[in-house]
C-alpha cells in the first residue's frame, strides 16, 4: 500500500440531484505517480463522480482534501487552477481551432508589435509541438494543423500533453480509448503511462478491461453509486475484473447483494469491500 | 511547393468566398457582356458593400462566436432618426446628434448582450424582440415628437465630409470608414489574443469560459458593437442624404446574413475570417448591383444569390465535417477540394 500523503482523497462523499441519490459514500484515495482506474456500467456514477472532483458539481457531503487540506470548489476554475485537468472522450473541444491557437486559449502568449500587444504565432505553435513530441507523438509537426484534423489518438495525447504543460497534478481521463483503435489506443496508453512517470495522478475511466490491467496500479468499481470494490494491482484476476465491469455472474451477484443490503438498511448501499 | 499552398488556401475560411467572387465577376463578363473597366469603377455597388460592410462585420463576428443579431434591422433607421430628430428636427449641434445615435446603438446592444448571457433564450430571439420593439419606438418617437415619419437635416460641412460626402462625384465616404474597419477588425481578430477567445467561444463556451475567457462580457461587447455598427451606419446616411425615413433597413438582416455565410463564417459558429467576411460583402454587392450591368435581366440576381448562399452553406458544412472527421483517406479530401474550387 503507497504510504505518501494522497494527493487527492475523498471522504465519504454523496452527491444527489434533488430527490435523485447518485454517489453515496464514496471514500477514495489517490496518489501522485499513480492510476485510478474508475470501472463501471453506465449510469453507475463515474461521470459524476469526476465532475465532482472537476469541480462541476459539488459534493452534498462528504469531504474533499488536497495533500491533506480541506477543498472546495465553486466552479472548474477553481479545481483547475488547484491542479486538477479533465480531458474528454474526445480530446481538444475546439476542433476548428489551430493546434497552437487551441492549446492556449485563454492563456495566450504575447509579443510585442510596435505599439500593439499581438498573439505570438510562433511561440504558441512550437510550444505546442515540442510539448506533444515530449510525449512520443513525433507526427504533429504544424501547429497551423486545424485540431479536427488529427486522429482521435493524436487528439487526447495533445489534451494529456497540453494538461501536464499547464502544471496539472490531477489528470482525469474520461474513457480516453472508448472510440479508438487499438493503434491509436496503445497511443494514449503509452502517454498515460508517461504522465504517471512524470508524478501526476491519473484517474483513467475505462470500459476495456484489457487498457485497465495495462495502466491500473489501483482499480476502484462503482456500483449504483457506490464503492463496491477497492483493490490494487494484482489483487484480483482478469477474470475478476472483468467480470466486475461487464455485468456478468459476479456482477449480478454483488448488485443482488447491495439490493437486498439497501432495502434492509434503509436504502443506504453496503461500505466498499477491500 | 504550389500545391501545398494551394490545399493551405483551400481549407482557408476566406477560400470559398474570394472564389466565388473571382467566378461572379468572371460569369458576368463572359455570359453578361460586362465591360470590366466600366464595371469596376461603377461607384453603385462598391457603395452598397460599403453601407453593408461595416454592419457585416460586426454579424459576421457575432456569429464566429455563436451568436446572431438581427436587430441591425431597426438599428439603421433607428441611427438615421436619432441624428435627424436632434439635429435636424431639434437643431441640436450635429455632435450632439452624431453622439446620440451611437449612445442609442450602446444601450440597444447592451439590453441585446444582457438579455442573451443572463436568460437562457437564443440571441435571434432576443434580437428578434429588440428589433420588433425598436421599430415601434422609431415610429411612435418620430410621430410624437416630429410629427412625421420623415425628418430633414442639414448638417454642417465638416461633419459630411467625415460621414457622408462623395468623393468623385459618386463614391460615398463610408467606402474609407469601411475599409478602415476592416484593417481593424482583422488586425484585432487575426493578431490579437481576444480574437482567439472570440473563436473559442464559438466553439465551445462552456469550454472557453473555464479557460478563464470572460464569454459574458466579450459576448456583451460584441452585441454594443453590431447594434453601434448599424446605428453609425444610418447615421452616415441621413447626413449624406440630408434626411432620414423610419422605414428601411430591414434587407440588411438578409444581406449581411448572406455576406457573412458567403463570406465562409460557419452557421454553428466556431469558424470563419474577416477577410472572407469582406468578399462575402463584395460578391453580394457585385451579384445585387453588378447585375444592372449586364444584358441579364436584373430579377435573375436574387437566384444568383439563393444558389450561392445554398453553396456557401453547403461547402461550409462540408469543410466542418471534414475538420471534424479527422484525417481523411488522401482521396476524398482531393475530392472535397476540388467541389470546393469548383463551387
Ligand atoms: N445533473 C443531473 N441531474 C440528475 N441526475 C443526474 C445528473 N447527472 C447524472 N445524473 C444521473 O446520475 C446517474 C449516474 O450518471 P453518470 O455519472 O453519467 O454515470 P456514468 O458516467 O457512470 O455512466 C444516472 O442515473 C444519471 O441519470
Ligand atoms: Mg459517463
Avoid at chain 1, 128 to 142: C, L, N, Q, S
Wanted: charged share 15%; hydrophobic share 50%; net charge neutral.
Amino acid at each position: 500500500m503507497n504510504t505518501t500523503n494522497p494527493v487527492l482523497e475523498l471522504k465519504n462523499v454523496n452527491k444527489s440531484f434533488g430527490p435523485i441519490d447518485v454517489l453515496h459514500d464514496i471514500s477514495l484515495k489517490v496518489h501522485a505517480g499513480e492510476v485510478l482506474c474508475l470501472l463501471g456500467d453506465n449510469g453507475a456514477g463515474k461521470s459524476t463522480l469526476i465532475k465532482t472532483l472537476a469541480g462541476v458539481h459539488k459534493p452534498t457531503s462528504g469531504q474533499m482534501l488536497m495533500d491533506g487540506e480541506e477543498v472546495s470548489f465553486d466552479c472548474p476554475k477553481d479545481a483547475a487552477s488547484r491542479g486538477i485537468s479533465t480531458v474528454h472522450q474526445f480530446g481538444g473541444t475546439f476542433p476548428l481551432m489551430t493546434i497552437g491557437r487551441s492549446f492556449f486559449v485563454g492563456v495566450e502568449p504575447t509579443k510585442k508589435f510596435g505599439p500593439f500587444t499581438i498573439f505570438d504565432r510562433k511561440t504558441a505553435n512550437e510550444t505546442a509541438v515540442k510539448a506533444v513530441k515530449e510525449f512520443g507523438i513525433t507526427r504533429i509537426d504544424d501547429g497551423d494543423r486545424l485540431i479536427g484534423g488529427l486522429s482521435g489518438g493524436e487528439r487526447q495525447s495533445l489534451a494529456i500533453a497540453r494538461a501536464v504543460h499547464f502544471g496539472a497534478r490531477v489528470l482525469i481521463l474520461d474513457e480516453p480509448t472508448a472510440a479508438l483503435g487499438v493503434k491509436e489506443a496503445t497511443h494514449v496508453l503509452r502517454i498515460v503511462f508517461e504522465a504517471r512517470k512524470r508524478g501526476l495522478a491519473v484517474i483513467f475511466i475505462t470500459h476495456q478491461v484489457m487498457h485497465a490491467m495495462t495502466v491500473g496500479d489501483h482499480f476502484a468499481v462503482l456500483i449504483r453509486g457506490a464503492l463496491a470494490a477497492d483493490f490494487r494491482k494484482g489483487e484480483k484476476t482478469r477474470e475478476e475484473i472483468t467480470d466486475l465491469m461487464a455485468g456478468g455472474e459476479a456482477m449480478a451477484d454483488l448488485e443482488g447483494e447491495i439490493e437486498s443490503y439497501m432495502s434492509a438498511h434503509e436504502g443506504h448501499p453496503p461500505p466498499p469491500a477491500h | 511547393m504550389k500545391t501545398q499552398f494551394l490545399s493551405k488556401f483551400v481549407t482557408r475560411p476566406e477560400a470559398g468566398s474570394v472564389m466565388s467572387f473571382v467566378a461572379v465577376i468572371l460569369f458576368f463578363v463572359i455570359f453578361g457582356g460586362v465591360q470590366l473597366s466600366n464595371f469596376i469603377g461603377a461607384a453603385s455597388w462598391v457603395n452598397l458593400a460599403a453601407n453593408l460592410g461595416v454592419v457585416a462585420l460586426p454579424v459576421g463576428l457575432l456569429m464566429i462566436s455563436g451568436e446572431l443579431d438581427i436587430s441591425i434591422g431597426a438599428m439603421i433607421p433607428a441611427g438615421s432618426m436619432s441624428v435627424a430628430i436632434l439635429s435636424g428636427y431639434y437643431e441640436l449641434p450635429i455632435i450632439v446628434g452624431i453622439l446620440g445615435a451611437l449612445a442609442l446603438g450602446v444601450a440597444v446592444g447592451l439590453v441585446n448582450g444582457l438579455l442573451t448571457v443572463r436568460t437562457s433564450v437564443p440571441s435571434l430571439i432576443v434580437t428578434l424582440g429588440t428589433l420588433v420593439a425598436m421599430q415601434g419606438v422609431i415610429l411612435s418617437a418620430s410621430v410624437l415628437l416630429t410629427g412625421n415619419a420623415s425628418v430633414a437635416l442639414s448638417a454642417p460641412e465638416w461633419s459630411k465630409a467625415i460621414f457622408g460626402n462623395l468623393v468623385g462625384g459618386s463614391y460615398q465616404i463610408i467606402i474609407l470608414w469601411w475599409i478602415g474597419l476592416t484593417a481593424v477588425y482583422f488586425f484585432i481578430v487575426h493578431y490579437t489574443r481576444y480574437g482567439n477567445w472570440i473563436f473559442a467561444m464559438g466553439g465551445d463556451r462552456d469550454s472557453a469560459r473555464n479557460a478563464g475567457i470572460p464569454t459574458d462580457r466579450l459576448t456583451i461587447w460584441l452585441f454594443v458593437l453590431s447594434s453601434t455598427s448599424a446605428s453609425f451606419v444610418g447615421m452616415c446616411g441621413a447626413i449624406l442624404f440630408n434626411s432620414a425615413q423610419v422605414s428601411g433597413g430591414m434587407n440588411y438582416i438578409f444581406n449581411a446574413v448572406v455576406s457573412v455565410v458567403v463570406g465562409g463564417v460557419l452557421l454553428t459558429g466556431g469558424f470563419g475570417s474577416i477577410i472572407g467576411i469582406f468578399f462575402g460583402t463584395l460578391t453580394f454587392a457585385v451579384v445585387t448591383q453588378g447585375i444592372y450591368f449586364t444584358d441579364i435581366d436584373r430579377n435573375w440576381s436574387s437566384l444568383i444569390i439563393g444558389v450561392m448562399l445554398l453553396v456557401a452553406v453547403v461547402m461550409n458544412n462540408s469543410f466542418r465535417k471534414m475538420a471534424l472527421t479527422g484525417s481523411k483517406p488522401k482521396k476524398e479530401k482531393q475530392k472535397l477540394n476540388t467541389t470546393r474550387a469548383a463551387a
